[in-house]
């Protein structure tokens, strides 16, 4: 496994802090690390509600990334509670795909940490509703 795969980790296992915010609302089962096509690495945890609002913690790093300027996915990692098998769910992968419909089967995704087990998004999502 590479070192940009380690760092990925380590950035999702530090913001990684399962947590009851309110009788409503839980944050940080999941922690999500995105590198982005410039080689920075942004964080984002899950919040879930009991009203459906919540969001997974690959959308809220793709998020931070694109409210710091940026817009291009390199790789995913995500961290569940158990640190096992680990995936971004369609939603996350539409979201992706959205932001690079032309590029999106190139992002590399992190599915298992401990086994270093990878796809692309492409494999994972073959084909796109729209294209």
């Not at 964080?43 to 997974?56: K, Q």
Request: proline share 4%.
């Amino acid at each position: 496994m590479d070192k940009i795969w380690k760092e990925m980790y380590e950035a999702a296992k530090a913001v990684l802090s399962p947590r009851r915010i309110s009788d409503y609302v839980t944050a940080g089962e999941v922690a999500a690390a995105v590198l982005s096509k410039s080689g920075k690495i942004y964080t984002g945890v899950c919040i879930d509600t009991c009203s459906t609002l919540g969001i997974c913690a690959e959308r809220n790093a793709i998020f931070n990334m694109v409210t710091n300027g940026e817009q291009e996915i390199d790789r995913v990692l995500c961290i569940a509670p158990n640190e096992k098998k680990c995936g971004p769910c369609g939603a996350c992968r539409e979201l992706m795909v959205q932001l690079m419909p032309d590029t999106y089967k190139d992002i590399e995704i992190m599915l298992n940490y401990v086994t270093g087990e990878t796809a692309t998004l492409g494999e994972l999502t073959p084909y796109w509703w729209i294209g």
